[in-house]
């Protein structure tokens, strides 16, 4: 273990002389596979070295979006560029970047006071993003007009998994998914003949440049408080797509952890993402039906006959319940 860590110590050190810097002090802060995170200390100043998880193409759209937001005035980490002037570093075949040090902590969404700065981070993150062109290199992420296609292609695999788990009926666990399964199909098809007559089509309809950049993963660990602003953090996954995209993964989670379907809820969200971006009543209708689609209980179930992960029957029960109320007090408000 010592001589892993010395090897990661070794390895940020030669990284970092290629950004002419000998720091004054190195830690390892994570290594999740490729993805790797350094704190380094040079000039009595903190900056964080970072070891991505991506494909040059890959990385080249998502650190330039990057760069693009800072300038735009957004709230993200600067990106330092190496002696060369690039801002990504390739050493033995691997890619690294080097940013601004946040100070500050971790947001909880759970938290008002925290859920209003961070979604008018949120908010404030997709306005500074529109525009962005990335460069010819760069391998293009966008999910715009994807929606029937994925609603599509999840209900799809679910459907094969049912079949899977018909062959097994000695596991608990598939046989609680069969006996699930069929009213959530029925709200995936419900869910598809929604969107499919939506205006997401229009929406959808415009080009990538007049499009923001959604983070994909936003939410507590991707978004930092410090001296009282929200600062989004780790953006590898961006896409192009409608705001409703991020809005939905913190709205569900919010609606399964206090289990509150009401359009009260909704709206205080709503209220707090559009100090800075107010979202059009077409875009709230795409948001209402992608809230609709059982997207927790596909996350739940996705890989289950592969065994990575036990999944316990009552968590299949209790989120395909939720599914149910959430498609019937969602389609009130619809």
Known sequence: MKNEWNDFIELGKNVLLEYDIRPQNLKLLQSKGLKTLWKVLYKNKLICLKRLNQSIEQAL???????????????????????????ITEYNGQLFILYSWIEGR??????????????GSLSKFHIDSIGYVPPSSAIISSKLGNWPKQYESMKNRMIKLKEICLQTPNNISYTTYTNNIDPIIEICNKTINLINSSPYS???SIGQKESCLCHQDFGTGNVMLSEGTGIVIDLDSVTY??????????????????????????????????????LSLAQREV??????????FFG???????????????RISSIADFEQNKFSALGKWL
Do not use: W
């Open 202 to 204: 229009n929406l959808c």
């Open 61 to 87: 759209f998502s650190v330039n979006a990057q760069i693009y937001i800072f300038n735009n005035g957004g709230n993200v980490p600067k990106i330092y560029p190496n002696s060369k002037g690039g801002p």
């Open 300 to 314: 739940l179930i996705k890989n289950l006959h592969k065994n990575l992960k036990p999944v316990s029957n009552d």
């Open 287 to 296: 948001l209402k039906i992608d809230l609709m689609f059982p997207h927790l």
């Open 241 to 278: 797509d409608l705001p409703a995209r991020d809005l939905r993964k913190i709205i569900l989670k919010r609606m399964h952890k206090l289990n509150d379907f009401s359009i009260n809820s909704f709206e205080t969200i709503l209220k707090y993402y559009e100090i800075n971006n107010i």
């Open 106 to 119: 971790d947001m909880n969404l759970e938290n008002p006071k925290d859920l209003t700065i961070a979604l």
